[in-house]
């Protein structure tokens, strides 16, 4: 019990390591889908969605792959893995994806679903929100920090 104590310690984020860079709400016509945070850390970046309605991971893995082509950016290794760790969402669940330079882990409600050794998977995938050719620039603002 003690080793797994201790290495729970190990795998989780340095106390204090993310700070809050920037939150908002994603609606889609007159339906509040999630509310999102962003968050910066030394040499890393994480994206949390706190899902406000059900959603299939399949209607999230296609809306991804939709947003990856607007972007340029869809390549099919990549969405073929967010396809297998992708799950159904429930009201009150948060997906949250820890980007560093080495590898993105995927979690859902704190539990490790998967990581991804591709050091352009995160990156790409945070694109969706930050990209300055995201389909939702006003979030996209307001997890910058940089709301009017």
């Not at 509310?35 to 209607?59: C, F, M, N, V, W």
């Not at 991804?116 to 995938?125: E, K, L």
Request: aromatic share 14%; hydrophobic share 40%.
């Amino acid at each position: 019990m003690r080793t797994l104590w201790l290495l729970c310690l190990l795998a989780m984020p340095a106390l204090g390591q993310w700070q809050l860079k920037g939150q908002g709400r994603f609606e889609y016509l007159f339906w509040d889908i999630y509310d999102a945070r962003y968050y910066t850390g030394p040499e890393a970046q994480a994206l949390s969605l706190h899902y406000l309605r059900d959603i299939k991971g399949q209607d999230i893995v296609k809306q991804t792959a939709k947003e990856w082509r607007h972007l340029g950016l869809y390549r099919q290794p990549w969405l073929d893995w967010f396809a297998e760790y992708c799950p159904d969402v429930k009201k009150g669940d948060t997906l949250r994806l820890e980007v560093t330079q080495s590898e993105s882990r995927f979690y859902l409600n704190g539990e490790l679903l998967a990581s991804n050794a591709d050091p352009d998977f995160g990156p790409v995938f945070l694109a969706i929100w930050l990209s300055p050719k995201t389909r939702a620039p006003e979030l996209r603002l307001a997890l910058l920090g940089k709301e009017d």
